[in-house]
């Protein structure tokens, strides 16, 4: 298992002013970050159109680190991984103590 650290981008909503609230997106970096690379990326079409090159990636590596208290109290809202450069969407996430694990799926913003 490899060792890195990853950006990790949390969707929390706040009271900017009373009745009102405001989706914000606080980018924490988590340092000590346990690697599990699965050699798989997956590649689809996102049309039935076999000349469309627009294209789906997927990843399928889990990563873990130790969970700090904003974390366990919000892992539930994790928005996107960022991980090699590319921000990716989780497609699973567990706490089991003390650590947190994210499975990786499609690139964060892509259909």
């Given amino acids: ?7 990790i ?11 009102v609230w405001q989706d914000t997106v606080p980018v924490v970096e988590e340092y000590k970050c346990s690697i599990k690379s699965n050699p798989y990326i997956a590649q689809s079409r996102l049309s039935n159109n076999p000349d469309s ?16 208290p904003f ?3 919000n892992y539930i809202y ?3 991984v960022e991980y090699l450069g590319v921000k990716w969407k989780p ?6 103590n003390p650590r947190i694990y994210i499975t990786l799926g499609g690139v964060y913003g892509s259909r």
């Avoid at 090159?53 to 700090?68: G, M, Q, R, V």
């Fill in 1 to 7: 298992m490899a060792k890195g650290s990853i950006k």
């Fill in 9 to 19: 981008g949390y969707s929390i909503q706040q009271e900017i002013r009373p009745g």
């Fill in 53 to 68: 090159t627009t294209k789906s990636i997927s990843c399928t590596d889990e990563l873990s680190f130790f969970a700090d």
């Fill in 71 to 73: 974390a366990l109290s």
């Fill in 78 to 80: 994790i928005e996107y």
């Fill in 91 to 96: 497609a699973t996430v567990r706490y089991k």
